[in-house]
């Protein structure tokens, strides 16, 4: 089981009732009908039987719909994705869920606006792949939203490999720069390792999960250069070589000297009756660190000159934080949760807010998030294709101002995630190496991608455009 499917498993307990809608119900009995024999009696008039109401949650809803589709109820079948849709308005799957239950119903205009709304957002799939959509095929609207629905899958940005970790290394969670060494830290969740890794693919084992040190899976790594510590954060999660199971569920804050790597203190999660997966961490200017939990939506402190970690943030909108990002000055703390999108924390006063942005924004499915220069970086593997994206921000750092692919659907997409950036670009794992897959552990490539791409990546719908008028070769306008 993956940390991310552990985090999906053990916080199912706190998904939140999001506020459904009862859909209208057909009346019981109707107006009195009248035939050649007179009146019918109410009692022997046939109604159809009232519906029942729908569940308020996202595993009630699919249920709901999953027993629709299969009963051929098709009506019941895109009600119920309307309501998923509310609840989780990033998640792919209930797109495609209404252009086909549109298309089952004869809906052919709310099958296009889904598709339509899927190609605005650069998601990609073929409608093709389904009978159920044949009865909005074969019309010029359905072939042009669905060729751009395929274009949008197709490889497209930079991105170079930078170095590979050996097939030892299993389920890399963390990566970060260290300018002390010259290298990038990786800390991995199976073996609960530190690895050194030279910009050359130069390895070096720093740390290892031992019963003297304390560390079980290594889920976050912060390096805080002017004070010459090590931050770790560590879990006990499945897949984590050794896990006994007293430590399923259970994590801490690790500080190690930098140079010596000598085990200076560990800060244990607060006890308090739940289930705990510390994550990713970041550290401010003023050394304070910043630490979410994977499992509950949670953020703990630990303030420069404390002695303990303690609980800073629980939210009841979001449902598990995967990645979380510190801007440059310090002062605001971004939070990537892969069903709800992005929420945004001011440090100095407290606030929150989810991010705002245009409504082609889609911010399912993140699996990695890094802040530079008033930009963030968001990598997506929930989504098809799966992709890294530069969202630039307004001046007050709350609404995205501008979005810019980086890199789509590239041949070393497996499961991209985690990432740091360094010298202008963006470092992140290309293949997570879950276990449960039915191959033998591989190894894991680290990709590059820079910040500022050469060229812009070319729209799909330009792309298209020009495939069917220049035949796939430059538009003589470009240049003018």
């Not at 074969?138 to 939203?145: A, K, N, P």
């Not at 593997?381 to 609404?399: H, S, V, W």
Request: proline share 8%.
């Amino acid at each position: 089981m993956s940390l991310k499917s552990l985090c999906v498993a053990l916080v199912s307990f706190t998904l939140l009732l999001g506020a459904g809608t009862t859909w209208p119900q057909p009346p019981t009995a109707g107006p009195e009908r009248v035939d050649e024999r007179g009146p019918v009696p109410a009692e022997k008039r046939q109604s159809k039987p009232p519906s029942k109401p729908f569940p308020q949650d996202v595993p009630g809803l699919q249920a709901v719909a999953t027993e629709a589709y299969e009963a051929g109820d098709y009506m019941r079948f895109i009600q119920a994705n309307i309501q998923l849709r509310k609840l989780r308005p990033f998640a792919q799957q209930y797109m495609v869920g209404m252009v086909v239950g549109g298309a089952l119903i004869g809906r052919a205009k709310t099958a296009y606006n889904s598709m339509h709304v899927m190609q605005q957002q650069g998601l990609s799939y073929d409608f093709n792949s389904t009978e159920d959509t044949q009865s909005v095929r074969g019309t010029e609207v359905y072939d042009y939203l669905n060729g751009l629905l395929i274009e949008a899958g197709k490889p497209m940005g930079e991105g170079r490999v930078a170095f590979t970790l050996p097939p030892a290394a299993v389920r890399p969670e963390a990566i970060t720069w260290d300018d002390s060494r010259g290298s990038f830290l990786v800390g991995t969740a199976e073996g609960g390792v530190v690895l050194a890794v030279t910009p050359g693919g130069e390895i070096e084992e720093l740390l290892r999960a031992s019963d003297e040190n304390g560390l079980l899976a290594i889920t976050g790594v912060a390096v805080d250069a002017a004070r010459k510590k090590l931050w770790l954060s560590s879990a006990g999660v499945p897949g984590y070589t050794g896990l006994e199971q007293a430590d399923l569920g259970r994590g801490a804050l690790f500080e190690f000297n930098l140079d010596s790597l000598e085990l200076i203190n560990r800060y244990a999660i607060p006890e308090d009756g739940l289930p705990h997966v510390p994550g990713s961490l970041e550290l401010t200017p003023a050394g304070d660190v910043y630490l979410i939990d994977r499992v509950v939506p949670m953020v703990f402190r630990k303030m420069a000159g404390s002695e303990s970690l303690e609980p800073y943030l629980a939210s009841r909108e979001m449902l598990g934080f995967m990645d979380l990002a510190l801007s440059d000055d310090g002062k605001t703390l971004y939070l990537a949760d892969a069903d709800l999108g992005i929420l945004v924390v001011d440090l100095e006063n407290g606030s929150s807010a989810s991010l705002g942005g245009p409504e082609t924004l889609n911010l399912g499915g993140i699996s990695g998030l890094s802040y530079s220069e008033g930009s963030l970086f968001m990598v997506q593997n929930g989504i098809t294709p799966q992709r890294l994206m530069r969202l630039q921000l307004d001046p007050a750092g709350k609404e995205v101002s501008n979005v810019t692919p980086l890199a789509i659907a590239l041949p070393e997409f497996t499961a991209p995630s985690f990432g740091t950036v360094q010298s202008g670009a963006l470092y992140y794992f290309a293949d997570g190496n879950l276990p449960g897959e039915v191959r033998e552990p591989a190894p894991v490539i680290v990709l590059k991608s820079p910040l500022l791409l050469s060229e812009d990546i070319i729209p799909a719908e330009k792309r298209k455009f020009d495939a069917d008028t220049w035949g796939g070769n430059k538009s003589p306008y470009d240049d003018k």
